[in-house]
């Protein structure tokens, strides 16, 4: 089986998201990279899933799927009022609950 | 009939006062007509059933003994019960308060002092009266104590608001240095629990109980309830709260205070200290009868410096229980009767100079003796129902007062064995000196107050006009009484004297060889 | 409920048939009158007469049932007498006389009967009646005298402010005096002694809207009070030491020795005091001349003959306790004699510089209650008695008479108001001298009669020959001589100064109405028959069974509670001896005034070269006796303004500045304290703590929101570290 290589794919994705998630300004890309590890941890979860043969990774995967959307939808109209109240998306800017 | 007194006979009159005063409260304060119509009503329904008592009490004809005992668990953790009940002793002062309470809310009806507000005056005299009967039921010495304690507060709401002019400090005097001396009691009272080691509290256990503690720390327990009871009688040099508190009271406030709350500092010593403690009762008795006598002379001394009528009156209280307190100090079935009759006879007939004193500052709107003179020209039924109570204060034969003072006399030239003759002699002879004072201020107080004319100030005042309806109502059932316990003692002797002896033949053995306390002539 | 209570001694011998319902019944002579005070105090009113019908019909009732008493005592009495049956009343249920057993001397004794009053150390303390000769003496003179009194004021106080409530109280007295004199226990004696105190303050007081009078009844009463002491005193004492209130019991143990000598003198000494302030003794007499001050009805009754001479009665009553106390059978003098004797001199002495005819009255009636204390402290029990009985009329009447002189001149002042009389008030002043004569105790007059029984009771040794008497008393003999010639001397003065001479008032006076002068005819004549009764053994002018009848009526003889008294032979050379004494006073006195005086002129009072002119002794005499010897300064300004005056303001001072100051600074320090703990403990130090910790939860606040940038990645940076930091955690260390 090549779990190893679908668990380091599913690392590197991961990574990559941690990444765009910390230190991208754009909002978009924020949540594109949430995406990405949404979707790094779904490679993972059918991976093992498959190793063990059994189909609970699959189903696992599909709830991940599912929230990721709604949570999606949510945070694309967040953005969506963020730009038309300050018409700009830029995160670094959003820090008003600064204590 | 008899069952039903004998498990509510006490609680009824003992709670219904409160219940009628939590009933007051809900009513608005403008109803002032249906606040006085409950008091009334309530503090009658009270006194009938002191005569339903009574009647009873009669019936069982076991005067030495406890009537209408109650005993029910209450608060197990600290072995403390509710235990009520009356004998010979504590009934007579029951009724008394039963009968002057309601007299003391008749006499309010057409007079409440300022500020006026007669729904919290009238439900501080219900509260007060729970207070007052539930002290003369307890047999248990918490029970007791919440009692003796709750006649304080609406006592010091009492003086504090509705008083003359220097009432915050008389009031708050009263409340603390009572309240000091009950502080005292009560560790007196758990120090007699702890070391008497019977796991209760009930009073009547616990002279047997108390048989065992060793003589000096009784000497100890006794100094506690000594000076809680002693501040409340009050005894000689403690007793600097009285003529403040009775000043400044409102005179329905002066009545109560007078007829029965001194009696709960005299009523304690006999019915609590000596009998649990009698040996130490025998070691502190020269000592409160030296104080007793020195009272005597000098509420007398004080009595005669004073201008203000009321003051006059209150140091006569002195007086009148340093007599009182040397019938107990003398440990004898003479001197301790004398005393409960003293009780009764004090509490009838200061009440009543109480109200006249009321009744003349409500005229005269003063009571400096020096600007009033000639009552009985204004007002000669009120001028000669004073010079009556004047009599009545000085001990006259054929009243009430001179059964409080002739046996307390008597009983001091013989007191108990274990006590010294020549101490009591002279103390006795001192206290006849008492009495020679008595008819001095009285006399003096009545030529200032009733004889003479009028002054210009007041000749022609229509206020100042004879007894009203009202105050006769009021006074009537006292006068009759004052008359009647004179010339018939009998009445109360013949209640009072069997449960004297029991209980001062209950004492130990161990005070003297045999017999106890028993010096009567020919014993 | 009445339960009999038996006297001490066990009755024995025969019963004799019942037949004294009046002597069982007697309570109700003092009940008529008590009643009558309720009735008229109630209800006075509304009568046409304002109340005084109900007291003289009360009054009369006693008096008639009174009588009757008497002469069912009497009859008794009489029917014992003659040797052998011992006299007792049998009632029953009624209680027995105490007559000595054994001994057949054919006494009665007295009829007792008793209830309980009130019990007290489980013992019975009874109250009830005891009638004997003594009471029934008693309960005539008071019911007469306060009958006659009664009368009296109908005119004389018609028309005053208080009418009713005079004879409310006129009422009262009489109820208290009565329930006095037939007392079988020593408290019912007790309250019935202070009622009549009370009564004679509020009569005297009548008038309380004048100052002077309300002080003089304060005084009456406080006086009497300072002697009440004695009396509470020596009741107490008496009981314990008898082991009874009951009079009979009382005095059966002083006489078996029950009661040992130290005790009876004690108590003896005690009930002395008391004698002294109620019967006007000297030195605590003070009272009586004050109380005058109120209606001369009031003096006549209460100050004359009833009330002060209940010290006389109680002495005799409780004689038992008097004589062993006293040792008076013995032979040296007692104190009792003594005061007595020292009263007579006193009372005379300064009856002499009085203007006031009531006060000369007065101090006349100290000194004559001198003799009668006299003459029991020497042991001549019935000369004393005799003479309260005789001197009640005479005394009586001598006041009245002067009320009715002071109803015609509307004053009391003899130098002022008065003179010349007798012409205006005939029966006034004839009534009036003889009650001077029988005062005086000159022949056939009753004073005669029991003021010679007396100084013959005294005995000297040996001297008058054939006086016996018991032991040497020729101190008081000589005391008595002396006063009797003042006696007269002092009444010669009052008579000149108010019938005789020119007329020096205002007005025309008239003689008073009927209504006083029958009165004082009644009373005069009593004077003048009132000796009869005891005319003296041997006397030979009258049968054998008229001699000494009041002595067999009233002395106790034979019975367990009366002492064996002995007594005098009487002589007549004493006897002639002290007329001739009382006529040299008289005469001087006579000299004085009727010669020296009225040759000056008709209407002078006192001689303008009298010796007080002359002699700066006789000045300083005269200044003495004005002064009444400095007592009353004593009494008045020095011990009552110390004790009313300095002595209750420091005893008041230390209440409010050393007393009260302690609880005072208590509460005043108690706030001190309290201050310092708030400001500097509680504020400083227990809320510091509580501050700081408010500073540093601030301070450190400040430090933590930093971390807060509201920069959403860096939140998620150091979630994304910490998850890694603990995962790393969970898989290294678990």
Known sequence: MLLNEMLFLGAVLFCIGVYGVLARRNGVLVLMSIELILNAVNINLIAFGAFHDTVMGQIFALFVITVAAAEVGIGLAIVLLLYRNRRSIDLDQVDLMKG | MESFLNDWGLSIPTFLPIIGAAVMMLIPKDREQLHKLIALATTVAVAVFGLLLLIQFVDNDNYGALNFVVDKGWIDVIDSRYILGVDGISLPLMLMTMLIVPLCVIYSWNHFPEPHNPKAFLMLILILETGMIGTFAAQDLILFFVFFEVVLLPMYFMIGVWGGENRRYAAIKFFLFTLFGSALMLVSFLALYFLADAGTFDMRLLPEAAAGIAKSSQVWVFGGMFLGFGVKVPIFPFHTWLPDAHTEAPTVGSVILAAVLLKLGTYGFVRIAIPILPEAAAEWAPFIGLLAVIGIIYGALGCLAQRDLKRLVAFSSVAHMGFVMLGISTLTDFGINAAVFGMVAHGLITGMLFFLAGSVKERYHTLDMSRLGGLLVQAPRMGWILGFCAMASLGLPGLAGFWGEFPAILASYNPAEVLAEETFRSYMVIAALGTVLAAGYLLWMLQKTAFGNPREEFANDPNVHDATVSEYLAWAPLLILIVVLGVYPQLLFGATDPAVVNSISECLDSVTSGACFDAAAGK | ?734
């Open chain 3, 1 to 734: 409920m009445l339960n009999a209570i038996v006297a001490a001694a066990e009755s024995s011998g025969k019963a004799v048939a019942a037949s004294g319902w009046f002597l069982e019944n007697a309570w109700l002579i003092w009940l008529f009158p008590a009643v009558s005070f309720l009735l008229i105090l109630l209800f006075g009113k509304r009568f046409p007469r304002g109340g005084s019908e109900i007291g003289i019909a009360a009054v009369g009732a006693s008096f008639v049932f009174g009588l009757l008493t008497a002469i069912q005592w009497i009859s008794e009495v009489e029917g014992a007498g003659g040797g052998g049956a011992e006299g007792e009343h049998a009632l029953g249920a009624g209680g027995r006389a105490a007559a000595a057993e054994g001994e057949a001397s054919g006494g009665v004794g007295a009829l007792t009967r008793s209830i309980t009053w009130l019990t007290n150390g489980a013992e019975a303390i009874g109250a009830g009646i005891m009638i004997d000769g003594l009471a029934v003496m008693m309960i005539f003179v008071v019911t007469v005298v306060s009958l006659l009194v009664h009368i009296y004021s109908t005119d004389y106080v018609a028309g005053d402010r208080r009418y009713t409530h005079f004879f409310a109280f006129l009422s009262l007295f009489t109820a208290s005096m009565l329930f006095f004199v037939t007392a079988s226990t020593t408290i019912q004696m007790l309250v019935g002694w202070e009622l009549v105190g009370v009564c004679s303050f509020v009569l005297i007081g009548h008038w309380w809207e004048e100052k002077d009078n309300s002080d003089a009844a304060l005084k009456a009463f406080l006086t009497n009070r300072v002697g009440d002491m004695g009396i509470i005193i020596g009741v107490s004492i008496l009981f314990f030491g008898a082991g009874t209130f009951d009079v009979i019991g009382v005095n059966e143990a002083a006489i078996t020795g029950t009661m040992s000598h130290t005790v009876t003198l004690a108590a003896a000494l005690c009930l002395t005091a008391a004698v002294m302030s109620k019967s006007g003794q000297f030195f605590l007499h003070t009272w009586l001349p004050d109380a005058m001050a109120g209606p001369t009805p009031v003096s006549a009754l209460i100050h004359a003959a009833t009330m002060v001479v209940a010290g006389i009665y109680m002495v005799a009553r409780l004689y038992g306790v008097f004589f062993e106390g006293y040792s008076i059978g013995g032979s040296s003098i007692n104190l009792l004699a003594l005061i007595g004797g020292m009263t007579t001199l006193v009372g005379a002495s300064l009856a002499f510089v009085q203007n006031d005819i009531k006060r000369v009255l007065a101090y006349s009636t100290v000194s004559q209650l001198g003799y009668m204390v006299l003459a029991l402290g020497v042991g001549a029990w019935t000369a004393a008695l005799f003479h309260l009985f005789t001197h009640a009329f005479f005394k009586a009447c001598l006041f009245l008479g002067s009320g009715s002189v002071s109803h015609a001149v509307h004053s009391f002042d003899m130098k002022e108001d008065m003179g010349g009389l007798r012409k205006h008030m005939p029966h006034t002043y004839r009534t009036f001298m003889i009650g001077t004569v029988a005062l005086a105790g000159l022949p056939i007059l009753s004073g005669f009669w029991s003021k010679d029984e007396i100084l013959a009771g005294t005995g000297g040794w040996g001297l008058f020959g054939g006086t016996g008497g018991n032991g040497a008393y020729t101190v008081m003999l000589a005391m008595g001589m002396i006063t009797a010639a003042l006696t007269g001397a002092y009444m010669t003065r009052v008579v000149y100064l108010t019938f005789f001479g020119e007329f020096r008032g205002h007005g025309t006076p008239h003689e008073s109405g009927p209504r006083i002068t029958v009165p004082l005819w009644i009373l005069a004549g009593l004077a003048v028959v009132a000796g009869f009764i005891n005319f003296p053994a041997g006397f030979q002018l009258v049968p054998a069974s008229w001699e000494e009848k009041f002595l067999q009526w009233v002395e106790p003889v034979g019975v367990s509670y009366f002492p064996a008294i002995s007594h005098a032979t009487p002589s007549w050379t004493l006897a002639i001896v002290s007329v001739i004494v009382a006529l040299v006073g008289i005469g001087a006195a006579y000299r004085y005034y009727f010669v020296r005086v009225r040759a000056v002129s008709p209407a002078a009072t006192e001689l303008p070269d009298g010796p007080t002119t002359k002699s700066s002794l006789a000045r300083l005499g005269h200044r003495i006796l004005v002064n009444k010897y400095y007592l009353d300064w004593l009494y008045t300004t020095v011990i009552v303004g110390f004790v009313k005056g300095p002595l209750a303001r420091a005893a008041y001072w230390t209440n409010q500045n050393i007393i009260d100051r302690v609880v005072n600074e208590a509460g005043t320090r108690s706030v001190q304290a309290g201050e310092i703990v708030y400001h500097k403990v509680d504020q400083l130090v227990v809320d510091g703590i509580v501050n700081a910790t408010g500073k540093i939860s601030d301070s450190s606040g400040e430090e933590l929101r930093r971390i807060q940038t509201g920069k959403v990645q860096q939140y998620a940076a150091i979630m994304f570290a910490a998850a890694t930091i603990l995962a790393g955690i969970f898989i290294i260390v678990i």
